[in-house]
């Protein structure tokens, strides 16, 4: 569970490329998948070993200028509300503006860390042009330039210390299952059926639920907490600061969750935002879930869900192992069997497989099919184990881990999913040397 810092600031200041900057640089890293949707506005990010996700207030801005500083506003409120850490950017280019001032004057209320980062310091010259900043009054401050990365590092070395403890456990210690979806695709609908009773306001109206909402639940002799979330939105639509407040939100609960139940509105499609949200999810390593809805309002054939599920598996390829389900909250058509198959996917993530059982399993498989040789060096793997983290993740030890690619990887993860069920899971393979 990742802490979230927020980037305020006006327009064209360069929060964007910062935020794509930060993110890019860990994406590099952790996800080596080519065309994974990213999203433009939060995402993961690491400094020195601490992850945090990181929020581009300015990616939800929308108006004419006249508008501008009511939006701000807004936006700064919610950043000081939500955020653990918040980065407060200004221009050197532009000097100390009017509206900078009136940010200013918001954040001097909130009791949260704030770092005041003079963006655009790309020359020796522009060095001394910062100096009109310290007249706002902040403590830690910061010359960098986002376009070059310089000074970024001072900035975050201090930005981590500042992040609250990450073992913030969460009061409640059962499973946690978050609906999440765009707004109106019937997160709501979909609780109320399950739990048989009107427990949150049910409308046609996108985005009635403003907050991420916990029950208790329990079904099939399991307990777990059902949390509604209020629908992740692209950005042309988020017009109200409830709609950012709401992203804020869902993102928090993907994270605070062990599977996401990811509601898809059948007659709308599995379109881009539907997509990152996925990912989102993924990135986040939790079990997932897709649930198709209102599919009783399409006129189908008996092929028409093979075909549909097909479109889905092409869009997330490559990771496919994941369980479809084609639902009606209004008929409650196989809701019940939506909530069977997530315990089943929490208990998929979960399972721990003795060493001594995975190397009997896997080795013989390597052996068979080894990597291939690179430079005409071999790669000799000769051990292999679960580590005891809390998604899956496996570590293969060899003797030349730079040379094991891409291709191989997900050769093995594919013999894996075959041998043991991890379906609904993103797994991790590490190779190290021996």
């Known amino acids: ?75 700064v409120n919610l950043a000081i509300e939500e955020a653990d850490v918040i980065i407060f950017m200004v221009d050197v280019v532009d000097g100390l503006t009017g509206m900078d001032q009136t940010i200013t004057k918001l954040l001097r209320r909130s009791q949260k860390p704030i770092f005041l980062a003079i963006n655009k310091v790309d020359n020796t010259l522009r060095i001394e042009d910062t100096s009109e900043f310290y007249s706002l009054g902040f403590k830690e401050f910061f010359s960098i330039s986002s376009t070059s990365g310089s000074g970024t590092g001072e900035l975050l070395d201090e930005l981590v210390k500042k992040l609250p403890k990450e073992d913030r456990e969460v009061e409640d210690k059962l499973p946690r299952f978050a609906v999440v979806g765009r707004p109106n695709a019937g997160k709501s609908s979909f609780i109320n059926a399950l739990i048989g009773e009107d427990r949150y306001i049910v409308t046609d109206i996108a985005g009635t639920t403003r907050d991420s909402i916990d029950s208790k639940y329990n079904r099939f002799g399991f307990d777990f907490n059902l949390v509604d979330t209020a629908g992740i939105r692209r ?41 990152n949200i996925f990912w989102l999810a993924h990135r986040n390593n939790k079990g997932i879930v897709i ?12 092929n028409e869900s093979k075909k549909y599920e097909a479109k889905i598996r092409k869009e997330i390829e490559p990771f496919i192992d994941v369980p479809i389900i084609f639902i009606s909250s209004l008929t409650k058509q196989r809701i019940f069997k939506a909530i069977e198959i997530a315990v089943m996917v929490y208990k998929n993530r979960s399972q721990r497989i003795r060493t001594r059982a995975f190397n009997n399993t896997m080795l013989p498989i390597i052996e068979k099919t080894p990597p291939p040789a690179f430079k005409g060096k071999y790669v000799k793997i000769k051990f292999c184990t679960q580590l005891p983290t809390k998604h899956p993740q496996f570590a293969f030890f060899c003797n030349l881990p730079q040379y094991v690619k891409e291709p191989y990887r997900r050769f093995l993860e594919n013999k894996l999913r075959l041998e043991y069920n991890f ?8 190779f190290r040397k021996k």
Request: charged share 30%; aromatic share 10%.
């Open 423 to 430: 379906k609904g899971i993103p797994i991790q393979i590490f």
């Open 291 to 302: 649930l198709v809805n209102k599919w009783d309002l399409l006129e189908k054939d008996t």
């Open 235 to 275: 950005k042309s639509k988020i017009k109200e600061d409830i709609e950012f407040y709401s992203v804020m939100r869902s993102v928090r609960a993907i994270e605070y969750s062990d599977v996401c139940l990811l509601l898809v509105d059948g007659t709308r499609g599995f379109d881009g935002q539907v997509q």
């Open 1 to 75: 569970m990742s802490n979230i810092v927020a980037i305020v600031g006006r327009p064209n200041v360069g929060k964007s490329t910062f935020f794509n900057r930060m993110i890019q640089k860990r994406e590099a890293i952790i996800d080596s998948i080519s065309g994974v949707t990213r999203d433009r506005h939060y995402g993961k990010s690491d400094w020195n070993g601490r992850v945090f996700t990181l929020i581009d207030t300015g990616g939800y801005l929308e108006g004419s200028d006249d508008t501008f500083q009511k939006e701000i506003d807004k936006q």
